[in-house]
């Protein structure tokens, strides 16, 4: 069965320190892997999308890798931010347009 | 350029009743998709739609329709309401079908609320 898997569900963290979210998957056959994140009342804003063949991708403080072996992925924050508190949602896409979405992490940063 | 735009942003409706939800995609993206969010089940694909056409459809039930217009607007309706429907329902934009690694744009959703 096709499934995106994240841990933790939630996460709080101090402003300023690091942290990593996890993804791991059982999609297949595997096109490209998407970390969204999206606050509060908004649609989610795309933040990284990594195809099979690349391993790792940053965005800013955003660092996604992604170990395409073990079905593995993960979103690591660089000195967090009061605005980076949201949900972090990792979607993985197959090929024919089908896509499976995780059921996210909830990071709230606190001063 | 504007972003992806979406009305109505709220709704309520009562069980029973029909919805109609409009999508505005990125103008020159000719794709678009919906989804619908809610607190347990998390986002669900509904369905794709590019040059007028459904490319992909997620495991909703036929009460659950689209159409996307020649100007790449898109429109979902929602027939038969049922309290579970209460939902997030977002659209996300791109230029072409999205099975490749190209980036989607997301709107800012429609809260419908079935009472």
């Known amino acids: 069965k096709n499934q995106v898997e994240q841990s933790p569900q939630s996460l709080i963290i101090l402003e300023g320190k690091n942290c990593t979210l996890q993804?791991?998957?059982?999609?297949?056959?595997?096109?490209?892997l998407r970390w969204y994140k999206q606050d509060t009342g908004r649609g989610p804003v795309s933040l990284t999308i990594m195809t099979f063949s690349e391993n790792t991708k940053s965005n800013g403080r955003y660092t996604a890798t992604l170990d395409a072996d073990t079905k593995q992925s993960s979103l690591h924050i660089t000195a967090s931010q009061l605005s980076d508190s949201a949900s972090y949602i990792c979607v993985v896409s197959m090929t024919g347009n089908q896509f499976y979405f995780g059921t996210g992490t909830s990071l709230t940063v606190i001063p | 350029k504007a972003g992806v735009t979406q009305t109505p942003r709220y709704l309520i409706k009562t069980r029973g009743q029909q919805v109609t939800l409009s999508c505005s995609p990125i103008s020159g993206h000719r794709s678009v998709s919906w989804y619908q969010q809610t607190p347990g089940q998390g986002l669900q694909f509904l369905f794709e739609?590019?040059?007028?056409?459904?490319?992909n459809k997620g495991n909703f039930p036929g009460r659950f329709s689209g159409r996307q217009f020649s100007n790449s607007r898109s429109e979902m309706n929602v027939s038969t309401l049922e309290l579970g429907d209460s939902a997030l329902y977002l659209c996300a934009s791109s230029l072409a079908a999205s099975g490749g690694a190209l980036e989607q744009f997301f709107g800012p959703g429609t809260r419908l609320t079935v009472l």
């Open positions: 739609y590019f040059s007028e056409t459904q490319r």
């Open positions: 993804c791991n998957y059982t999609v297949s056959p595997f096109s490209n």
